[in-house]
């Protein structure tokens, strides 16, 4: 196993970061991690498998907190509810990594096939959810839906979070917030929506067309 | 441009399906679908830049749907029932095509990187009925939750139309009953839940662990 390396892990995360930020994910390499840790190549892949997994390597302990949230929610509680008590478990538990979130957020936003990961990250994390519904006595199907409806509040709530420079709330607060937004939505109390307004006679102009 | 084919895409796509289901995606040449089409290689690539296209190339057109429906929703109505009338419209339209999307769903089940590329679908998908929403004046946040946790509907009432064996009612029907459930299950309307029984002192047993 080599020698120990007193939070050889933080500091790795740390240096990795640095240089996805300057130099651009894909531009990075391991060796280049490890030098700037003042650690050898060994000592990183004694912690990740690979570069990549210094940004997603939280997502198991992630989805254990959450599993293990939905258990512990006290009964009786509808699935919503349940729900919401996990994600506002890992919404606090996110809190004090707010810089790491951060940074991490910019990396992924600027590289398509790192977005592509944090997708399925974020659809295993729903499926993990839904599971622990069912284990609970919730049906098939309204396990799946209040899963992918909390995991959408989450989402929104996170962005939210790390997104806005004046936001001194929580992510915990937010995450509250979010979910009581989707059941307003959800229940279609929101104001009216209006149909856009230019139109042709062969469809709609689109001065601002989006993909 | 070559010789026109007729119907030659809708050939190309039944080889590509049957040959997918008999040996495999991955084992599956574009050489052998053109020649089980009884088609040219260049006649395939006329029609698909690859193999994997033919699974995915009917997303253009459902996100065009989609958009489009919300444009055309009728004012006033709120964010999720714009939501509710587009995802309808898509159902009403994929309705002729349960075969394909039965066949195709098990070619993506079988073939996890095929299941990472749906799920960026349905994500795009998301994202243009989010904006469509916006347009209409719905607020950024409404819009994400509107229009993702109608995704997640809209996915768990596919699943039911293709997945059921003796499921008589349309893609439609059961779309409108999806949505239903998750204002009833977002609404906490469900019954209530209770907590996994066998617990140990240090945690919880479980019999029927899922990863």
Redesign the interface.
């Known amino acids: 196993m080599g020698r120990w390396e007193p939070n050889a892990r933080g500091r790795l995360e740390k240096a990795a970061m640095e240089l996805y930020g300057e130099h651009g994910f894909h531009q990075t390499t391991v060796t280049e991690i490890a030098e700037r840790a003042g650690l050898t190549e060994r000592t990183f892949f004694r912690h990740f498998a690979d570069k990549k997994e210094v940004l997603f390597s939280g997502a198991a302990s992630l989805q254990e907190l959450l599993v293990q949230a939905v258990?512990?929610?006290?009964?009786?509680?509808?699935?919503?509810?349940?729900v919401g008590v996990a994600l506002e478990a890992v919404a606090e538990a996110m809190q004090e990594r707010r810089d790491f979130a951060k940074w991490r957020q910019a990396i992924i936003a600027a590289n398509p096939d790192l977005q592509?990961r944090e997708?399925?990250k974020l659809?295993s994390l729903g499926s993990?959810l839904a599971?622990a519904?069912r284990?609970?006595?919730?049906?098939e199907?309204?396990a799946?839906?209040?899963a992918?409806?909390g995991i959408?509040?989450f989402?929104?709530g996170f962005e939210?979070w790390i997104g806005e420079a004046g936001e001194t709330r929580t992510y915990r607060q937010i995450m509250k917030e979010?979910l009581k937004?989707?059941?307003?939505?959800?229940?279609?109390?929101?104001?009216?929506?209006?149909?856009?307004p230019a139109r042709t006679p062969r469809g709609?102009e689109r001065p601002h067309a989006?993909?």
Chains 1, 2 share one sequence.
Do not use: M
């Open positions: 258990d512990d929610a006290p009964e009786p509680l509808a699935a919503i509810d349940a592509e997708l399925i659809a993990a599971a519904l284990e609970r006595g919730v049906g199907t309204a799946s839906l209040a992918e409806s959408a509040a989402r929104v939210r979010s937004e989707l059941k307003a939505v959800t229940s279609g109390r929101t104001p009216p929506t209006r149909t856009p709609r989006h993909r």
